[in-house]
């Protein structure tokens, strides 16, 4: 599986972006897939994760309420929708996937839960 984010940007403080994960290879219905982001000097964070099917999604709490997941599996695609951005959304943000065997809950927040890595796409909220 190979991931491609896309649609990071500059935006203002209050304002929304989406980011978009394309994924190659078979079977994308089967993978939940995720996001995680990464500020400059501090570690990887969950943002969530959605199941190969879209019906169970988790959320990390510093996003909750303010950023959506979705997926279209007829596009191999997973959608993150960032609403009313703060300037501590800043961070390059990384789309993941996880692969059989799947990861067990207590995993599922933290980077071991996943098996594959995109390159990162960058979001700068100016306050």
């Known amino acids: 599986v190979q991931l491609q984010a896309s649609g990071g940007g500059l935006v203002q403080a209050g304002g929304s972006l989406r980011l978009s994960c394309a994924a190659s290879g078979r079977a994308f219905n089967r993978y939940p897939m995720g996001w995680f982001r990464q500020a400059p000097g501090k570690e990887r964070g969950f943002v969530g994760r959605?199941?190969?099917?879209?019906?169970?999604?988790h959320y990390g709490d510093s996003v909750k309420g303010r950023f959506t997941l979705s997926r279209d599996n007829t596009k191999n695609t997973v959608y993150l929708q960032m609403n009313s951005l703060k300037s501590e959304d800043t961070a390059i943000y990384f789309c993941v996937a996880d692969a059989p065997p799947f990861k067990i809950l207590s995993d599922i927040e933290t980077p071991r839960g996943y098996d594959y890595w995109g390159q990162g796409t960058q979001v700068t909220v100016s306050s």
């Open positions: 959605i199941t190969g099917y879209g019906n169970t999604i």
